[in-house]
């Protein structure tokens, strides 16, 4: 009974979210300056073809009833027409979709699969060369954006080494393996920042769960120093980094649209942000709304996890 | 543990496939049946050309669509579909004869009744709204005989045939929005939105056909990445670059071709703020601003100066000697800023879209320049769809740094706006004599007198300093050096079908 109280409270406060958020986007396109019938009309606009075009958008209509009108629409899974393409949102999107997952998907695993061992090896070697040198490399490497290592990486590994074409994006449907490997660079580059943070935090994690009992407690019994690392202290040090993970998905998606400007990668944030420039509401709210679920999603996740992680926090 | 090493697994899989992949390479068309073409905008205001707005948009479509008449690169119009047209009497009626043979991307023949659908929907003879606001004077639209179409006009318009030049498309489209379907050397194949447009030479065109085959327009929204782009190969050909970018391309695989984007590039000024009310104070502004300092300092010396609302392109309206009317003289200025009683100088704001590199850097130059005789100018940069709502079309701003196009290829388009009650006049100039001559011109149809009407015209906004006029910018194209034939148009037009292959 409590868990499905739970689930319902959980789902309650997901759905708000994403309607606060929705509301916020339409007040947002009140606020600001611009018009799309004018936007799409241009310096040719006459006030006459203006309103018609306005009539036609349904533009003409108050704030209030729009956005209902709109929402009404949404949950019965209909997302509207792009008011500059005359596609349908969702047929705009969805071929957007697997770029930007890709990019993310990537640099999260990056910055899993490389931050773990890094803070091991570091702590291993804790107060010694190798770990001194490192935790200066990391602070570096944290301090660098990802769109100025995007940068980096076109001129070095693109213009210099050749290792790919600078702006020869493929698109997944025409060419998998082409695809995968032009996102390889710009999702190093969304990664590493966030990489160095995790070696960071999980280096001091680790570090401070060495210290306890239990771990003394683990040695007497006679396990290998490596035993000890990863099949007590690690799963605890982990405890902090699963939550710090998952905040960071959303903000490699935030990462990855700035990401796709400098690599020319036609995802979800770069139809965000021409969709803005165009005023095409319709598709600006539903890749917000997108990228609000996955947040509130992650979150959700990121409890479940550590709850399986820590059985200290069911209660 | 275990899984963790589950993950690495996969994602060294994934890059081992990746790098297999990129090794493998693809089997390409030949060289000389592809051409990539990088544009910085997106056809996002639709592809019905009778609707799109955009100049981006319009000078793709110029390769799609074809109208009775098509301009060539000298702004002469020739005959396209129509063959031939004759002329009444009295220049109210026009008979077009249609060319034979002439086919549209489905296959199927151009007939009379397309043309008077295309036409009708132009001018809403057929109970919609007029898309082109300009044939509205058109009385009539008949269909003589299968291959000739008469259109009757209520009143006499030297620039008619200048309208002619609008798509003709087939009666039997339902969607033009989506189904493109033109007569012109390239047929349109996809659009991807946001990342690319692909185009398909013609067999069946009825002039000269397209030499290459396929052509891809690559869209690149990110202005830093345009360099890169043609140096790192995956484009061959960029439009409009600037002098910076041209710069940075020496000694690359390039051509450069330099050309002028056939605009009045000012800072136009509003002459219902203030201060600008006084037409001493707008003399000031010109006497203060020197076009030749703006031009080293935003194109490397190149573009060409202007004194009116005319650019040189225009050699029939373009009077190089308006462009003497107010050189630079700081005492002048500052004489006129006195007599106006704004001695102590004033304080006003530029509002510059913020996407027109020139534009902005044009403003910083101008802000200097003002220093010098007191006059506080403050830029403020905005979005491009802010300056449409707010300063186009609301008129709510002091000044602005602007290029202003002919379209369509008439000084009508460039000097009506000017007239007092015009609705598009967004600098809210005001002068009963320049009224009195533009309507002159505007009704005169002996050719010499309305080109000397519309010179007068040009005289007075010169005189009356409607605004402070700058230059006619330059405009650089990369070609790579694998390809030639490009051509410069007095219009908003990218001609596809003359580019051609030479050779690595």
């Given at each position: ?315 | ?463 009356h300093a409607a605004s402070a006029y700058i230059q006619d910018l330059p405009s650089f194209v990369a070609l790579n050096k694998k390809f030639s ?20």
């Open positions: 009974m409590s868990l499905l109280k739970a689930v319902i409270k959980k789902l309650g406060i997901i759905l708000l979210t994403l309607l606060l958020v929705s509301f916020a986007v339409y007040a947002a396109f009140e606020l600001i300056p611009g018009d799309p019938a004018l936007s799409k009309l241009g310096t040719d606009a006459t006030p006459e073809a203006l309103a018609a075009l306005r009539h036609e958008m349904g533009l003409d209509k108050p704030f209030i009833f729009r956005y209902f009108s709109w929402l009404l629409s949404c949950l019965k899974g209909d997302f509207g027409i792009s008011l500059s393409y005359g596609r349908t949102v969702s047929s705009m999107i969805i071929s957007r979709i697997p770029v930007t997952v890709f990019l993310t998907l990537f640099s999260t695993l990056i910055t899993v699969v490389v931050s773990i061992p890094v803070a091991v090896l570091m702590t291993k070697y804790a107060g010694r060369f190798f770990d001194r040198f490192t935790y200066v490399v990391n602070q570096l490497v944290m301090s660098v954006p990802s769109f100025f290592a995007g940068i980096l990486f076109t001129w070095f590994f693109g213009m210099i080494l050749k290792l790919f074409k600078p702006g020869g994006y493929v698109s997944y449907d025409k060419d998998l393996p082409g695809f995968l490997f032009y996102i390889l660079f710009p999702s190093i580059a969304v990664a590493l920042p966030k990489c160095a943070m995790s070696v960071k935090l999980l280096r001091s994690s680790i570090l401070e769960e060495a210290d306890k009992d239990y771990v003394r407690t683990a040695y007497s019994r006679g396990n290998s120093t490596m035993q000890v690392m990863y099949r007590h202290v690690l799963k605890n040090a982990l405890i902090p980094l699963v939550t710090f993970w998952s905040m960071s998905v959303a903000d490699m998606i935030a990462g990855a649209i700035v990401i796709e400007q400098v690599f020319n990668i036609p995802g979800l944030g770069r139809i965000l942000l021409s969709s803005i420039q165009n005023r095409d509401y319709p598709v600006v709210e539903a890749v917000i709304m997108l990228i609000a679920l996955v947040v509130v999603v992650m979150n959700l996740l990121s409890d479940i996890l550590c709850k399986k992680i820590d059985p200290r926090l069911k209660s | 543990m275990k899984k963790g090493r589950v993950l690495l697994a996969a994602l060294f899989v994934t890059m081992a496939a990746a790098l297999g992949g990129c090794a493998g390479g693809k089997t390409a068309e030949t060289p000389e049946d592809h051409i990539t073409i990088g544009i910085p905008q997106d056809l996002d205001d639709g592809l019905d050309p009778h609707k799109v707005s955009a100049a981006g948009t319009k000078e793709i479509l110029f390769n799609v669509y074809e109208g009775l008449l098509k301009y060539d690169e000298n702004g002469a119009l020739n005959p396209a579909i129509a063959e031939s047209y004759d002329v009444d009497e009295d220049r109210m009626g026009y008979t077009f004869h249609l060319r034979s043979g002439v086919k549209f991307h489905d296959g199927s023949s151009v007939t009379a009744d397309d043309v008077v659908y295309s036409l009708k929907r132009l001018s809403g003879a057929d109970g919609s709204d007029p898309l082109e606001e300009a044939l509205i004077n058109i009385a009539d639209i008949q269909k003589k005989d299968e291959n000739t179409v008469y259109v009757k006009l209520l009143k006499e318009d030297p620039d008619f045939l200048c309208y002619m030049t609008d798509a003709i498309m087939p009666a039997s489209n339902a969607d033009p929005e989506t189904n493109v379907i033109g007569t012109g050397p390239y047929k349109f194949v996809s659009h991807t939105p946001q990342e690319s447009v692909e185009l398909e030479a013609f067999d069946e065109y009825w002039g000269e056909k397209a030499h290459i085959k396929n052509v891809t327009l690559k869209i690149i929204s990110n202005a830093d990445s345009i360099v890169m782009e043609l140096k790192g190969g995956t484009i061959d050909m960029f439009c409009r670059l600037s002098d910076t970018q041209v710069a940075e391309l020496e000694g690359s695989d390039f051509n450069i071709e330099e050309g002028a984007m056939n605009l009045v590039q000012a800072l136009y000024l509003n002459n219902d703020f203030g201060p600008f009310e006084d037409e001493r104070v707008r003399q000031a502004i010109c006497y203060a601003i020197d076009p030749e300092e703006i031009m080293a300092y935003v194109s490397g010396g190149k573009g060409s100066e202007i004194g009116s609302a005319m650019f040189p392109a225009f050699g029939k309206y373009y009077d190089p000697a308006l462009n003497d009317t107010y050189n630079k003289d700081t005492e002048k200025a500052k004489a006129l800023l006195n007599e106006a009683g704004y001695g102590d100088g004033f304080s006003f704001s530029i509002t510059v879209p913020s996407n027109y590199t020139p534009h902005v850097a044009t403003a910083e130059v101008i802000v200097e320049e003002l220093k010098e005789i007191g006059v506080t100018a403050e830029i403020k940069l905005v979005e491009w769809d802010t300056w449409l709502s707010e300063t186009y079309m609301g008129r709510n701003y002091e000044a602005t740094v602007i290029g202003v196009d002919a379209s369509p290829l008439t000084a009508r388009a460039l000097l009506d706006r000017y007239a007092s009650d015009a609705n598009n006049n967004f600098v809210n100039f005001k002068d009963p004599d320049y009224d009195t001559a533009l309507a002159a011109a505007l009704s005169e149809t002996d050719d010499a007198v309305q080109t000397e009407y519309y010179k007068e015209c040009l005289r007075l906004l010169s005189e034939g490009y051509k410069f148009y007095p219009l908003y037009a990218q001609d596809f079908a003359s580019l051609y292959y030479t050779g690595e």
